[in-house]
């Protein structure tokens, strides 16, 4: 590989990095504006939202990563190990796509919002 090649595959990945990030942020953002990010309150159910939260924070994860060619097989610590390949990696996909499932499984049985009157 020579050195133009290099230096375009090192911006490719530095672009997938900056993707990742994004999708996560929107994800989060999404998150906090259909109100599934609140503070526990008495007689609410914190723990089933931190469930939904941590579920889709994770799906989001593995699918995006998976998607974009980051694999996290020899990760440890704070992404240290995880390495780029040339194509997708389908367990990270197929992992995220579980959780993203899961998580819309557990938004559904969220109690329902009383209304304000």
Do not use: C, E
Not at 68 to 88: I, N, R
């Amino acid at each position: 590989m020579d050195a133009n090649a290099a230096g375009l595959y090192n911006l490719l990945m530095d672009y997938q990095l900056i993707l990742l990030i994004g999708a996560m942020v929107v994800g989060l953002v999404v998150a906090i504006k259909r109100q599934l990010w609140t503070i526990p309150v008495p007689g609410r159910p914190a723990n089933q939202y931190q469930n939904v939260i941590s579920a889709t924070a994770i799906g989001l994860l593995f699918f995006v990563s998976g998607l974009l060619g980051w694999d996290l097989s020899y990760s440890h610590g704070w992404f240290q190990g995880t390495q780029w390949v040339d194509g997708p990696v389908w367990w990270q996909i197929g992992l995220g796509s579980g959780l993203l499932a899961l998580a819309g499984f557990l938004t559904r049985r969220l109690p329902s919002r009383p209304t304000p009157r």
